[in-house]
């Protein structure tokens, strides 16, 4: 199985996240893979400076990053990774008057038959939630990226499965529609098990003077992989709790039309027997400060809530 990984122009990074290096991504790679480095120059004879380090949860951050390569591609360069774990692959900056010097695209070449794993790094952070002065504040106690498995992977759909309903927005509620003067935000939470296969079909309304937005998340972690279209689906990487964010805003300052509330259709499926309201059976939501990014959100509580300030630690 033959994966991109990265396909990026290298250009002067005056923001670089190391002294010497324009980006440095990070990767989930198992032990045999295959990395093929192609170089496209837009300087004739330029080659490109490329590191390999093994890294920890913390991938950049990390205070035991080691390296174990580091070569110059002047067209194509090969690595073969020799144990599972992250990866840093820091990229060079070029010199300022240099600009744009090429296009780096890297392929991983999956060292086992398995088409659900994930080369792309999971970030998580864990956190508890308190009670303080009748508020409910979010805590992060740590965060890092998963090691033992990579992020779920949005991706076209394409297939005809059979599929059973989670959510319908023409006949069933958000779990929340909040709408100010600028924007109108609907929410809504969905349960998922280890390698359900979920499939969103979001179709936006088109207007000439108003923007749609939508977007996915998994529970104390950060975004899914990749973007969502009219019908996308992907694989739950395990047990968790999904949430589906849509709001609309005006596209230009100074516009006073109103907001409509109905913007977008919107239909979650899954391939597994699904209760439509199992998600309300087994959780309830409270409004929680979230300190890690200082902003108000539902939290989903599992039912009983119990009657103390200490509430749950997700880990």
């Given at each position: 199985?033959?994966?991109?990984?990265?396909?990026?122009?290298?250009?002067?990074n005056e923001r670089w996240p190391r002294e010497g290096y324009m980006f440095i991504p990070t990767f989930l790679l198992t032990k045999g893979d295959k990395l093929v480095f192609d170089w496209s120059p837009k300087i004739e004879n330029r080659k490109l400076k490329v590191e390999i380090e093994e890294t920890d949860n913390k991938a950049e951050y990390s205070h035991n990053r080691k390296k174990i390569a580091s070569f110059e591609i002047s067209k194509t360069a090969h690595f073969e990774i020799p144990?599972?774990?992250?990866?840093?692959?820091?990229?060079?900056?070029?010199?300022?008057?240099?600009?744009?010097?090429?296009?780096?695209?890297?392929?991983?070449?999956?060292?086992?038959?398995?088409?659900?794993?994930?080369?792309?790094?999971?970030?998580?952070?864990?956190?508890?939630?308190?009670?303080?002065?009748?508020?409910?504040?979010?805590?992060?106690?740590?965060?890092?990226?998963?090691?033992?498995?990579?992020?779920?992977?949005?991706?076209?759909?394409?297939?005809?499965?059979?599929?059973?309903?989670?959510?319908?927005?023409?006949?069933?509620?958000?779990?929340?529609?909040?709408?100010?003067?600028?924007?109108?935000?609907?929410?809504?939470?969905?349960?998922?098990?280890?390698?359900?296969?979920?499939?969103?079909?979001?179709?936006?309304?088109?207007?000439?003077?108003?923007?749609?937005?939508?977007?996915?998340?998994?529970?104390?972690?950060?975004?899914?992989?990749?973007?969502?279209?009219?019908?996308?689906?992907?694989?739950?990487?395990?047990?968790?709790?999904?949430?589906?964010?849509?709001?609309?805003?005006?596209?230009?300052?100074?516009?006073?039309?109103?907001?409509?509330?109905?913007?977008?259709?919107?239909?979650?499926?899954?391939?597994?027997?699904?209760?439509?309201?199992?998600?309300?059976?087994?959780?309830?939501?409270?409004?929680?400060?979230?300190?890690?990014?200082?902003?108000?959100?539902?939290?989903?509580?599992?039912?009983?809530?119990?009657?103390?300030?200490?509430?749950?630690?997700?880990?």
């Amino acid at each position: 199985m033959n994966t991109e990984l990265l396909n990026i122009s290298i250009t002067f990074n005056e923001r670089w996240p190391r002294e010497g290096y324009m980006f440095i991504p990070t990767f989930l790679l198992t032990k045999g893979d295959k990395l093929v480095f192609d170089w496209s120059p837009k300087i004739e004879n330029r080659k490109l400076k490329v590191e390999i380090e093994e890294t920890d949860n913390k991938a950049e951050y990390s205070h035991n990053r080691k390296k174990i390569a580091s070569f110059e591609i002047s067209k194509t360069a090969h690595f073969e990774i020799p144990q599972t774990g992250l990866y840093n692959i820091p990229l060079e900056n070029p010199n300022v008057n240099e600009n744009d010097i090429g296009c780096l695209i890297i392929h991983r070449e999956c060292s086992i038959n398995d088409f659900n794993q994930s080369p792309f790094p999971e970030r998580y952070y864990d956190y508890y939630i308190v009670k303080e002065d009748s508020k409910y504040i979010k805590k992060c106690t740590d965060w890092g990226y998963k090691t033992d498995f990579g992020a779920c992977i949005i991706e076209d759909y394409l297939d005809n499965d059979d599929l059973k309903l989670v959510f319908d927005s023409s006949t069933m509620d958000y779990h929340s529609s909040l709408k100010d003067e600028n924007r109108i935000t609907k929410t809504i939470f969905f349960s998922a098990n280890k390698g359900d296969k979920i499939v969103i079909n979001s179709i936006k309304k088109s207007f000439e003077k108003f923007i749609v937005v939508c977007s996915i998340d998994k529970i104390n972690s950060i975004k899914l992989w990749g973007n969502l279209s009219n019908s996308s689906y992907f694989i739950s990487n395990e047990d968790s709790i999904y949430k589906f964010e849509t709001y609309i805003y005006r596209r230009t300052y100074g516009c006073l039309d109103e907001l409509p509330d109905e913007f977008i259709d919107l239909k979650i499926y899954r391939n597994t027997d699904s209760d439509v309201n199992g998600f309300d059976k087994d959780y309830e939501l409270i409004s929680v400060f979230n300190s890690i990014f200082n902003i108000t959100e539902l939290e989903p509580i599992k039912r009983p809530v119990a009657n103390s300030g200490y509430i749950q630690k997700r880990v």
